[in-house]
């Protein structure tokens, strides 16, 4: 059966060329980074030129990359690293656990904690984050593009409201990596995590933006490693993989990559919103559109319940994502989609659409003649499985 994976968000595969060029470090040029002979030294060659590659990836100097574990350890320790008791740390409610699970265990600890709600839109008004400083904010965290809807945050004037309150900024650049230019200069942060594994690099990798005087505690303690600021011997296939798979992202953006992307899931989009009863998550009220990675989309389809979407479109080849999560057991609804105002209901009747850079036409025309059918199809045998959404 055709399989069509339209769960970009979640992981990519790893491109051919990423994998080849971690292949020897696994091999043949084995060596710890740290060690002085020349078995080290070629290790160590390979992460100094991956770090020139994530430097010149975020616009900063090399001594500023720090190679990590990936998108939550990157988070972690910008929440963990900078705030004590006493602070206050500024956040949304559309963060990614990778942020809100941090966030919520310092407010145990005597850290006060503000999750900025997002407009019906999507999008966090700056205003809004501005309304939440306190005296004592240290620390905005702001995600760049949405997870579920790919929405885009307008992180330069967040920046900027930051740099007038004298607080740190965090960007979880997570989704937005390889989809859109990085630049730590224009955004104005101090910190900034992407993660290999959602730009066609290898799982457990990423790497933290820090700035040049930021202040940060490391999560991590051991080794001199990465400057003291994250010990642990470096994945050093990982960390060529990282480099290889951000060369590659750079190159597509630059050859127009996105807006061909966005071209197939316009269409994909438009062509399921001809559903009856469906709608799109993350656009304005207004009608103006609101900026959105190229690759995401987020609708609801009322009466059908997204988890069984979900199950019936993998039995027809497509992978896709529902807006619950399961935890602990249970299904809930989106935090993300509840913050922006829907209900439980619609929250649970959504799917997120994720291409791959990959995707074609054939793709688009596949997923199009499946979902209307599965929508239906689970209509007719649950009409009641979700009440008349408001
Ligand atoms: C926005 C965002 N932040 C952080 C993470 C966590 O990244 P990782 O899987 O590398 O730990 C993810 C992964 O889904 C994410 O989408």
Redesign the pocket.
Known sequence: MRRVYMDA?ATTPLLPEVVEAMRPFWIDHFGNASSIHLDGQRARAAVDHARETLAAFFHCREAEVVFNS???EG?NTAIFGLLRPGDHLVTTAIE?A?VLQPAQRIAERGIEVTFVPPLPSGLVAPQAIRGALRPHTRLLSV?LAN?ETGVLQPVEEIGAIAREAGAYFHI?A??GAGKVPIDVRRYGCHLLSI?A?KLHGPKGV?ALYVRRGTPLDPLMVGGSHERRRRAGTENVPGIVGLATAIEIAQHSLEDGAMQRLAVLRDRLEAGLLQIPGSGLNGASITGEPVPRVANTTNLWFDHVEGEALVIALDLKGVAVSGGSACHSGATEPSHVLMAMGLSKNRAQSSLRFSLLKAATEADVDYVLQVVPEAVERLRQISPVATAAPG
């Open positions: 968000n990936g998108g939550t988070d990614h990778a995600i997870n979880d997570v989704q993660s594994h990423g």
